[in-house]
Structure formats: structure tokens, C-alpha cells
């Protein structure tokens, strides 16, 4: 049975700083590109950020994102937050690569960042 689970959201003043961590057990992780979307109140998912199979880490986007393939877990490092980046995050597999989609992968339940202002 595959679980993913997201942790590390929580209330944060803008400039501040929070980092999110994906966690996922029962599938091969290191086979897996992992993204990271974000759901704001009133509109579309949209993906934050993507680490393919093979990298350790990347910044696509504001927020560095990397992974330990050892530990089955992905992180998002979210510094000088603003308020527009309040939001449920989620991870997901994107497939074998990051495609900007992950509407066929493995999603956690979400984890609410808000940033105040």
C-alpha cells in the first residue's frame, strides 16, 4: 500500500520561513520524479516545484527543493514567504520525469502553509 504524507506547514509571518517535508512509503521513491503543487483558495492547482529521479537538489521557481532517496523523503525549502504563497501543499510523483503533472501519481493529503501579513 503506498502512503505519502506531508509535513512542516503551518502559520508564518511574510519573509519568514518553513520547510516542507514528503514522506512516502510502499513504492520505489527513487524511481519517481516528486513535484510539489500548491491549491490557493479560489483557484487551480498548480505545481511549485520538481525533482527528477536522479538529482539531489534543484530551484525551479522560488523555493530550492531536494531529496533523500536513503530516507524516501523530499523536502521544499520555502524562504521569504509572502502571503500569496498560502495554500495547501501537496507531493505527488510526476512519473519518470517532471512533466508539470502528476494527475496519474501518488498524492499525500496536503499540508496548509498560511503566511500572514
Known amino acids: 500500500q503506498v502512503q505519502v504524507v506531508e509535513s512542516g506547514g503551518g502559520l508564518v509571518q511574510a519573509g519568514g520561513s518553513l520547510r516542507l517535508s514528503c514522506t512516502a512509503s510502499?513504492?520505489?521513491?527513487?524511481?519517481?520524479?516528486w513535484g510539489w503543487f500548491r491549491q490557493a483558495p479560489g483557484k487551480e492547482r498548480e505545481e511549485v516545484s520538481c525533482?527528477?529521479?536522479r538529482a539531489r537538489s534543484s530551484v525551479k521557481g522560488r523555493f530550492p527543493i531536494s531529496r533523500d532517496n536513503a530516507k524516501n523523503t523530499v523536502y521544499l525549502q520555502m524562504n521569504s514567504l509572502k502571503p500569496e504563497d498560502t495554500g495547501m501543499y501537496y507531493c505527488a510523483t510526476e512519473g519518470r520525469y517532471c512533466s508539470g503533472s502528476a494527475v496519474n501519481g501518488y498524492w499525500g493529503q496536503g499540508t496548509q502553509v498560511t503566511v500572514s501579513s
Open positions: 510502499g513504492l520505489p521513491f527513487e524511481d519517481y520524479a
Open positions: 525533482i527528477h529521479p
